[in-house]
């Protein structure tokens, strides 16, 4: 299974959750804070005055609970922010707090992302709060953030400063942090093309629905699994380190020969995904004892209808998805490469692909391989996993072009002479 960071040392945690953030450019290396609350009591945090692009466990601070400190460094200076949410929020066991720049743009403009935007935000990050302005690291404002907290909210942002998350553990934290900024990120990029389309308070309702399939005792891992299953687990890996998927959202899936297929696990840490914590799906069952992604049965309706496809990536990448929460396409007839990866790509309101899967999966095919699932995701089918791959990295890279062309001026598009020159050289 994928690396389950409650098994190791307060310490080792922090520092492992401080090195993600800090690669994933959410916060610089002397801003953001982490903390643990041990089931003894003692407060694990990070140190203030360290480089957070190389903490050790050796550099985090434990603050026993007589105030004791222990530990190489000072405690951060925000100690007074994680010890008012514990004393108010005694459940919760992890408080995260760094300055990503979506969410900071958001607290400097004093608004709040829509959670509602995307459904993965809405399932993982819940309601979100607004704490008011006071002077980082005072007691003042730890009381802000900790009021937020006693209302019933684990997702605080703080006017001008950044984001502080609770839960009851330090994964749980922090991919409800990933999320949020994730879910900021699209926001912004929207706004840049129009007017960013909501779910209804009924569909929302249907995002936090999972499926449910019936169980069967498979048998040992055939070659054929063996190889799909590394292959996968590395494209995955991949699709994370190139920002296509986050920590806790990004399905893939591939065919196995008797029409099964493998796909990613819900709820498992796509960065640290392996070929094991894969599920196979066989006859519309799942293999005893795992959850496979909640968008498994749109993927098994993709392929009972398409033999010709083998791989499906569906991903939720911050350009993409500003078209996926707005009435406009990503026009694929502005690049070539685009056009001929992409063809035209296709659309379904978030309802239909939730409850209407083979509906959706009717508007997939050879031809019209990439399908917009609004408020929600991508999907790339392909005869191969690397197909798929691409077809996801070409579409968030045609996003993120156009959107930036914007900036200059409306983007010139391919005329239909040339789209025949092209259909004809490229037998398409």
Not at 417 to 422: G, L, N, P, S, W
């Amino acid at each position: 299974m994928s690396l389950d960071l409650e098994v190791l040392h307060p310490s080792e945690r922090l520092a492992a959750v401080m090195k993600r953030i800090y690669g994933g450019g959410m916060t610089t290396a002397s801003g953001g804070n982490l903390s643990i609350m041990d089931d003894g009591g003692n407060l694990w945090i990070t140190p203030s005055g360290t480089d957070k692009g190389s903490l050790t466990r050796e550099d985090i601070c434990r603050v026993a609970p007589d105030g004791a400190v222990t530990g190489a460094h000072k405690p951060s200076v925000e100690l007074p922010i994680h010890a008012g949410v514990y004393k108010r929020r005694p459940e919760l066991r992890a408080v995260l707090h760094a300055h990503p720049p979506g969410l900071v743009a958001f607290s400097m403009a004093r608004r709040l992302p829509d959670v509602n935007l995307w459904d993965d935000a809405r399932r993982i990050c819940g309601a979100v709060v607004m704490a008011k302005y006071a002077v980082p690291g005072s007691e003042e404002l730890g009381g802000h953030i900790a009021d937020g907290f006693e209302k019933g909210f684990d997702v605080v942002l703080m006017e001008n400063h950044g984001v502080c998350v609770g839960a009851e553990t330090m994964s749980e934290a922090y991919m409800k942090f990933a999320a949020l900024e994730a879910c900021a990120a699209v926001e912004i990029n929207a706004l840049r093309l129009g007017t960013p389309q909501p779910l209804s308070a009924s569909d929302a309702g249907l995002a936090e629905t999972p499926d449910q399939m019936e169980e069967f005792e498979r048998g040992a891992y055939t070659e054929e699994e063996r190889e799909v299953r590394r292959s996968m687990a590395e494209f995955i890996r991949r699709a994370y380190r190139q920002r296509l998927f986050g920590s806790f959202h990004g399905t893939c899936s591939a065919r196995l020969s008797g029409g099964a297929f493998l796909i990613t696990p819900r709820g498992a840490d796509r960065g640290h995904m392996d070929a094991d914590g894969l599920v196979l799906i066989k006859d519309g069952m799942r293999e005893r004892g795992k959850q496979p992604s909640r968008r498994a049965k749109l993927h098994q309706a993709v392929y009972g209808r398409d033999g010709g496809i083998n791989a499906i990536m569906g991903a939720s990448p911050p350009y993409v998805m500003a078209f996926a929460v707005t009435d406009e396409p990503p026009d694929t007839r502005t690049i070539p490469e685009s056009y001929i990866s992409l063809r035209q790509i296709q659309r379904t309101p978030f309802r239909t692909a939730v409850t209407k899967p083979e509906t959706a999966a009717g508007l997939v095919s050879a031809d019209t391989p990439v399908l917009i699932c609004g408020n929600s995701h991508i999907l790339a089918a392909g005869s191969s996993l690397l197909e798929a791959f691409s077809r996801v990295e070409v579409a968030e890279a045609t996003a993120r072009s156009i959107l930036t062309a914007r900036a200059l001026g409306e983007p010139s598009r391919i005329t239909d002479r040339e789209i025949a020159e092209i259909n004809a050289a490229f037998g398409l």
